[in-house]
């Protein structure tokens, strides 16, 4: 039994990143006492605005905001034949932890999936013979249309400060913007970042070459913005410390920007940090929680009641919490029975950096959503993976990077370290632009996720064992991207090109980053027998659970999923509100 039991709530948030975040003021307008739980630290603003210095090696090395692995390790294999093994260090992907979770350290990047990503499997059955894809493939439609979720996408858009060029304005096409986008409601609430000068070159290229270019859509403010809940941020000054780090000068959409400042002074919210949740708590008929269990900064357990639960943290812990809890039938591949821990993807990208002697790069002068990008090579906007066999796509896009030393490009064959370094940096920097790509990534029957066996937490509960490798889908998608990348690197003439593309016999590597846009385990869809949550994110065994998160994503589109996160969250808190409230039971039935 729990040493300590906290007063009642109505509500209880297990994580205080963007989900939770939005979750707890949606639901604290409407009344109802909102307590969050959040494994990490408090991190105020104070902590590292101006003038505190951006330190690379404190954030971008050390990953200072983010989880340690000893809190948050998960254990690795290609397949079910192999014995997974533990994280000790983040590579592919880092996850964050305290107030604001990964919503503190993200890049800024708010892009939409386009219509066709949202129902995904329908134009698979569509366009594809049957048969010509991996038959252990097993992709899903999002459970709602476009245009049930676009409000919520506009909604998110203006709590951001969503700075960027309209593509499509309620179904009429706009000069500068990506014209395959998903008929918005509303124009972007605020005009584009400045281009940075490789941005420039690129897009001139990529158009000249018949491509539809337009500026990344950035949660990096261009001018001042008071947002619907009446928090402020200010413009964006361009200092490039964006991805892994909190902004310095509250220009990046966040947590803390947006959201936190106003909801901490409600009196009907709260919060308790240093609280790792180990159990959602149920009542004996399994059918409904009466609140959850977690480890205090003391080492006590401590049980706090509540109405209703929301797990929130990042896509891996709301999955294994559930395990834990009993929520649901884990996943077995084998039978395909079960549900928790299903459809688990991640993404894949690569680039090609380009060197030039007679251009400079200003690399002091970006942001973290600086750049240009397009969409044609996504999937239904070019017919080439219809007829090699694969399905998926990528954003294109060149971002400069900032200016910070540690990890600045260099050509092949600079020594690592010493004179020959030093003499690289002299000659070679700010004399680079990239061109990257954000991948797809499919669902398979064998992707999965479920606890392991053999390795335990330092609270004794067993870790997430993760079950991943690439398939030749999105290897085969790699090469094809490749070609396209190269194509355009050649027609800016550089003087010498290195690249970091997947070979078709690549494996997937933990060791080196990729993003951390892991999606799937706990998917949202339109059954109990192949997804764990309904279109609401409400727990189908447990319905005063509900779990807004990447976790509900039935496979990876290309664009970042932050969007569609906060779309989802808003549509989840709407319809706790409006409906939940009223007749607490399935908000779904089938």
């Known amino acids: 039994m729990p040493n300590i039991t906290n007063d009642d709530v109505d509500v209880v948030i297990v994580g205080l990143g963007w989900a939770g975040s939005i979750m707890a003021i949606e639901l604290a307008q409407a009344g109802l006492k909102v307590r969050a739980l959040e494994r990490g630290p408090d991190r105020p603003p104070e902590d590292f605005a101006y003038p505190k210095p951006a330190d690379q090696y404190a954030y971008a090395i050390r990953n200072k905001v983010f989880a340690t692995p000893r809190d948050a390790a998960l254990t690795v294999r290609y397949n079910d034949s192999e014995t997974a093994l533990p994280t000790r260090k983040w590579g592919a992907f880092a996850p964050g932890t305290g107030v604001g979770g990964s919503g503190l350290h993200w890049t800024g990047v708010l892009i939409r999936p386009t219509t066709t ?21 097993r992709v899903k439609d999002f459970p709602f249309t476009w245009d049930e979720i676009e409000p919520f996408y506009d909604k998110f858009d203006q709590i951001c400060g969503l700075s960027g060029n309209t593509g499509n304005l309620k179904g ?9 986008e998903g008929p918005r409601s509303n124009p972007y609430p605020l005009p584009a970042l400045h281009d940075t000068y490789n941005s420039s070159l690129f897009a001139a290229t990529a158009k000249k070459m018949g491509y539809h270019p337009f500026p990344n859509p950035s949660a990096n403010v261009s001018q001042a913005w008071t947002n619907p809940y009446g928090a402020q941020l200010a413009p964006c000054n361009y200092c490039g410390y964006c991805s892994k780090y909190p902004c310095l000068n509250y220009s990046k959409a966040s947590p803390q920007t947006t959201i936190l400042d106003v909801v901490k002074r409600m009196p009907n919210f709260s919060m308790r940090v240093n609280a790792n949740v180990i159990r959602v708590d149920l009542h004996a008929d399994k059918k409904t929680a009466k609140g959850v269990t977690y480890i205090d900064e003391n080492n006590k357990e401590v049980f706090q009641p509540a109405k209703i639960v929301i797990l929130s943290s990042f896509q891996f812990a709301n999955v294994r919490l559930m395990m834990l809890s009993g929520i649901g039938q884990i996943y077995n591949p084998l039978t395909e029975t079960g549900t928790i821990g299903r459809n688990y993807a991640f993404l894949s990208n690569g680039d090609a950096t380009l060197f030039f002697k007679d251009k400079h790069f200003n690399p002091f002068a970006t942001a973290g959503a600086t750049g240009e990008m397009f969409n044609d090579i996504s999937p239904g906007n070019f017919e080439d993976g219809i007829k090699m066999g694969f399905i998926g796509g990528a954003k294109i896009h060149s971002s400069q990077a900032t200016g910070a030393p540690i990890g600045t490009a260099l050509p092949k064959g600079t020594p690592g370290w010493g004179k020959g370094w030093k003499e690289g940096m002299v000659d070679w920097y700010g004399r680079s632009m990239k061109i990257g790509i954000t991948t797809t990534c499919m669902s398979y029957r064998g992707h999965h996720l479920d606890l392991d066996p053999n390795y335990k937490d330092p609270w004794g509960q067993p870790l997430l064992r993760m079950t991943f490798d690439w398939r030749q889908n999105e290897l085969k998608l790699q090469r094809y991207l490749r070609d396209i990348v190269l ?104």
């Not at 990503?117 to 493939?137: F, H």
């Not at 009429?172 to 395959?180: E, L």
């Open 172 to 180: 009429v096409i706009q000069p500068g913007g990506d014209p395959f």
């Open 117 to 137: 990503d949202i129902k995904l499997k329908t134009y698979a059955d569509q366009a594809y013979k049957r048969g010509s894809l991996d038959p252990d493939m």
């Open 487 to 590: 194509g355009i690197a050649k027609e800016l003439g550089p003087d010498s090109i290195s690249e970091n593309f997947l070979a078709l016999d690549s494996h997937w590597d933990i060791t080196k980053y990729v993003s951390t846009h892991n999606v799937g385990g706990a998917i949202m869809g339109d059954s109990p027998r192949d997804s764990a949550l309904n279109r609401y994110l409400q727990s189908w065994d447990v319905h005063n659970v509900f779990v807004p998160g990447g976790n509900a994503f039935p496979q990876n589109f290309q664009a970042n999923p932050t969007a569609t996160i906060g779309a989802i969250t808003l549509m989840a808190a709407e319809a706790i509100k409006n409906q939940y409230l009223k007749n607490p039971g399935p908000l779904v039935h089938v």
